[in-house]
Every structure is written in C-alpha cells, then in structure tokens.
C-alpha cells in the first residue's frame, strides 16, 4: 500500500531531528568503531538503565533475540523440565523463541481486563515438566507481578517477561521492567521508543548482564577464550547514536500519546458496542496501543467492517492481535491451543482493533477518525 498524505498510520516512527544526527555520524566514521560496544553503544546502555530506573541492561539487535538469549541464560529446559506457559494473545515472536530452543509452549487464557496472563489458569497449567512462565504485559498494561512472582516461588519456575511494549512503563512508582528474573525490550520502529530496529535484556546485577553481553556476542569472554555457544545479537553504533537522540523527544512523544488515548476515550465511552480496557491505578503508562473491542450484536458495525470503513477513507487501524498464535498452523495442534482452552483470547483477537496512536497525531486527524466511527 502507497501511503499519502491524507492517510493516517496507525503508527509513526520517533526520529530524532537530523541535524542532530549528522554531527554524530561524522564523530562514528571519525572514531572508525561502528559496532563491538563502543562508545555510543556504552552511552546509550547507562543512559537507558537510568532513564528507566533499571539496574543494568545489555542491548540488542532487535526485539526477539533477547527473548532467544534470556531462555539461554535462565538454562531453560536443561534440568529436563521442557514446558514453559505463555500466552497465545501476543505477536508470534513470544511463542516462536520457545520452538527455537526446544522448549513447548503451553497456553493459557488471559483476563478480560488487560489482556494478559491470568494468574489462577497458570497455575492450573503446571506439570511436573513446567520449567518457566512467559508472560507478556500487552498493550503495556502490567502483568499481576505480584501473584505470577508467588506461582512462580511456590513451584521453583523461572519467569521471563516479553516487554516489548512496556518502555518506561511503572506500577507504584517503580519500573515494571525489574520483575521475574529477566525483562526482554523492543526498540522496532513501530515501538513507543525506537531503535529503528534494537532490543534489551534488563538484568538486575552485572553478573548477569556479562554473562547476557557473552552470550550475544558468540560466546566469548575475551579476545582467544569462546566459553559458551552464543550468538550474534549485537546493536551498532549509528542506532545507538539514534536512540541517544530519541531519549531527549520521548518524554514529549508519550504526553502526545497520553493525550490521543484520553481523546478516544472521552470520544468513545458512550458508544454502545465499543469498550476498552480501563486503566490500572498507580500505573504510569507509555500509551504504546490504543485498542478497541467492537461487539457487533451492539455495535453497527463488525470488527472487520469497521476496519475495512477506515481504510477505505485512509486511516490504518490493526487488528492486532490477530490471528491468535495458536491459529497459525506450527501450534494449531498443540493440545493447549484449542478454543475452549482459550475462549477469552479468541474473543479478544477477533474482536479488537488498533486505533491510530502515535506522536503526530493532530486534532484534526483525531476529529476525522472519531467520527467515523461515530457515524452510520
């Protein structure tokens, strides 16, 4: 699809303003180090770990080799217990990082209320083969920490949680990102904050933060030592230059967000057939995805004909998430992924859609979406 300039996205990439890029371009091609931890690499790491109020972090490439090494650093699946509960509400990534390391995925619903892991059906789930839970805290909205933490102790499981959509996101002042043992980061483009494309893993001591950096750079300790099997997973200088920048416009871009979601929801409320989910008390949001659920037994619309009527007049909804995971063909015949396992996520996934939210979004754009879908 061509976009133009009436079309409105359902999201926008941050970039940092490029004359502001450009000097530290030239110093990158002057320093003649563009990859291996250097300098903007280091630079970026600690102003990430204080930005978000974390212990350390280590970068990445992208998005999901974090989750491929966090399951490598926790040894996932070594001591002979193979299964991990997930959630099949999420992009493909969550799940597909378990196949990749041998590990079987088992799914659970999720609660009406957020969107993710509900805590009672994860302990319904576990088995004496149950070696992990990978929750994910979708749209933002924070996991029930507190109680996958006591599930979690009361049967000696390690939890890794996919924060892709968490950047800066806090529950009673502190950094969702320090829960379960590891936290895993998307910087895609399409992300709150962005990278181009990057990721991270978010560890809480240095121990485990060098053990992380060996593991994503092949496995080496020093210049002639390879001490365990890595992988490449190593973020560049100039996207960490690029993400230096994007730290300075984040906070003004995530106002921006907070004001397009509180905008539909003054917009929406009222509408018979739309809902949302409410947000949780003490939580600082980073207004990463603005999802709607359409009912269309109250609503004159279905979800898909409201999709197809705003992409039709140029504005890009999503549908996400949608198919659900254990919809597409390597899960549909694992046993948890059946529909009655998980009626709550298969209304949700062929209910919702993604309303546009990002930082560009005008007042008019927001005026001309509303009401269409205000309007018969």
């Known amino acids: 699809m061509i976009l133009n300039n009436n079309q409105i996205t359902v999201t926008s990439p941050l970039l940092p303003d490029l004359n502001d890029f450009i000097p530290l371009l030239k110093d990158i091609w002057d320093r003649k180090w563009i990859t291996n931890n250097g300098y903007y ?33 926790l040894k996932l699946g070594k001591d002979g217990r193979n299964e991990v509960i997930t959630t099949p509400y999420s992009f ?36 004496d083969k149950t070696c992990a839970i990978l929750p994910v805290h ?41 829960e379960g043992d590891l936290s895993t980061l998307s910087f895609h483009a399409t992300k709150t904050y962005n990278t181009v494309e990057g990721g991270a893993i978010v560890c809480k001591d240095k121990e485990t933060k060098d053990y992380i950096d060996s593991l994503k750079n092949f496995g080496y300790t020093s210049e002639i030592y390879i001490t365990e099997t890595g992988i490449n997973g190593k973020l560049d200088e100039i996207r960490s230059a690029y993400g230096i920048l994007n730290l300075t416009n984040i906070n003004n871009a995530i106002a921006h967000r907070k004001y397009v979601a509180e905008t539909y929801r003054k917009a929406l409320k009222e509408i018979s057939g739309i809902s949302f989910f409410n947000e949780q008390k003490n939580v600082n949001y980073n207004y990463s995805y603005f999802p709607i659920f359409v009912d269309s037994s109250k609503y004159w619309l279905s979800r898909d004909e409201l999709f197809t009527k705003l992409r039709d007049r140029g504005i890009l909804s999503r549908r996400y998430f949608y198919p659900l ?52």
């Not at 690499?41 to 999901?64: C, M, R």
């Not at 998980?342 to 996934?349: F, R, Y």
Request: charged share 20%.
């Open 41 to 73: 690499h280091q630079q970026l790491e600690e102003k990430l770990a204080d930005f978000l109020g974390v212990p350390y972090i280590s970068l990445f490439t992208n998005g999901t080799i974090p989750l491929l090494v966090a399951v490598q650093a």
């Open 92 to 127: 493909v990534a969550t799940s597909n990082i378990l196949m990749w390391n041998n590990l079987k995925p088992v799914f659970v619903d999720i609660e009406p209320e957020t969107g993710n892991l509900d805590p009672e059906k994860i302990e319904n789930a576990i088995t």
């Open 138 to 178: 979708v749209y933002g909205n924070p996991c029930d920490t507190a109680e996958i933490k006591k599930i979690a102790d009361k049967y000696d499981l390690k939890v890794v949680y996919d924060a892709a959509h968490a950047f800066n996101v806090k529950q009673n002042g502190k950094s969702i990102l320090t």
């Open 325 to 376: 995971i254990t919809n597409f063909s390597p899960y549909e015949n694992i046993p948890s992924a059946s529909k009655e396992n998980l009626p709550i996520a298969n209304k949700m996934a062929d209910t919702v859609l993604c309303l546009p939210i990002h930082h560009l979004i005008s007042d008019k754009d927001l005026k001309r979406i509303i009401n269409l879908i205000l309007t018969k």
